[in-house]
Nanobody
Framework: VQLVESGGGLVQAGGSLRLACVAS????????MGWFRQAPGKEREFVGG????????SYSNSVKGRFTISRDNAKNTVYLQVNSLKPEDTAVYYC??????????????WGQGTLVTVSS
């Protein structure tokens, strides 16, 4: 199984990015997907998740209203649209996969991450 993130970069505060995560080696439609982030010197935190069909999403309070998760099961890809970026959003962003029936805390597969840096 491989999860490969892309789309990170340097952006000014208030800007936007679209992160993507392409999955291979698994039956993508059987997996709920999540996005996490880890800022320098901080623990990894949950950003948001999406159900296997894409019909349900959830977000942390810190990003609700600014970030949007979507997925394209035909392309084995999950997206994270990040808008109105703030310097405190600077982090490495990771996607993760868990079987749809598993506990929301039991993400089994992880990508290597993509760095988002927001300048003030």
């Amino acid at each position: 199984v491989q999860l490969v993130e892309s789309g990170g970069g340097l952006v000014q505060a208030g800007g936007s990015l679209r992160l993507a995560c392409v999955a291979s080696g698994l039956f993508f439609s059987d997996y709920a997907m999540g996005w996490f982030r880890q800022a320098p010197g901080k623990e990894r935190e949950f950003v948001g998740g999406i159900s296997r069909s894409g019909g349900q999403t959830s977000y942390s309070n810190s990003v609700k209203g600014r970030f949007t998760i979507s997925r394209d099961n035909a392309k084995n890809t999950v997206y994270l649209q990040v808008n109105s970026l703030k310097p405190e959003d600077t982090a490495v962003y990771y996607c993760a996969a868990r079987l749809y029936y598993s506990s929301p805390s039991s993400y089994r597969y992880w990508g290597q991450g993509t760095l988002v840096t927001v300048s003030s």
